[in-house]
C-alpha cells in the first residue's frame, strides 16, 4: 500500500525550514563559541604526495554544541610504548546554514574538513577534526540540517600558527622548535660559526 498522498512530509520546504531554525535555535541557546581554525599546506612533495610544512593563518568564529556532555570520549589516557598518550575525542554539532555562513563565507567552504582545527575554549586546547559525520539526523522532514565533527586532541608537530587569536598562536607557537642551517665561512682556513 502507498503513503497517503495528501501528506508531503519530505518535500515540504517551510517544515524543513522550521526544524532547521529550531536547530540553529538551540545552539545557539546551549551551544559554545568556538574557532574553526582551517589547515593550509604550504610544500607538498610532488612524488609522495605528502604534506612537508603546514600552516594555520586564520580562525573564524562560530557556534557549535558538544554533543557528549558527559565528558570526553574516546580511549582516554593510557600508557604505550612511546609513552603516556591522550586521546580524548569531543563531538560537535554545527547547523549547516550556520556553517555555510559563517565559516564558508570566509574560507569558501561548504562543510567542515577532516585535519582543521577547532579550538575548545573550556580546556583552552585545539582539537583536530577527525571524522565529519554529514548525515547524523537522516533526513527529518527529507533534509539535513546539520553536521556532527568528531574530534581528537590534537598532536603538535611544529606546525605553525598565525590565526589571529592570540592565545592560540601565544599556546601553540611557544612549542615551536626552528632548526635555521648554520652559516659556515671560512677565514684564514678556519670555519666561523
Known sequence: MATNFYFQNFSSTGEQNLIENLI????????VDIYYVPRVIVNRDSTFREQQITQYGQAVSVEMYIKNVDGFEGEG????????????????????RVFEYEVGSVLKRDRPIENDLIWFPFNKALYQIK????????YQ?????????VCELFEFSNERFNTGVQLIDETYNGFLTTMEPYILTMENGNPLL
Open 131 to 138: 571524522y565529519v559525520n554529514k548525515k547524523p539526523i537522516f
Open 77 to 96: 589516557e593510557f600508557l604505550s610504548k612511546f609513552g603516556v598518550e591522550v586521546r580524548d575525542q569531543i563531538t560537535f554539532s554545527v547547523a549547516l
Open 141 to 149: 522532514f527529507g533534509a539535513l540540517q546539520m553536521y556532527d565533527v
Open 24 to 31: 540553529i535555535e538551540s545552539i545557539k541557546i546551549h551551544g
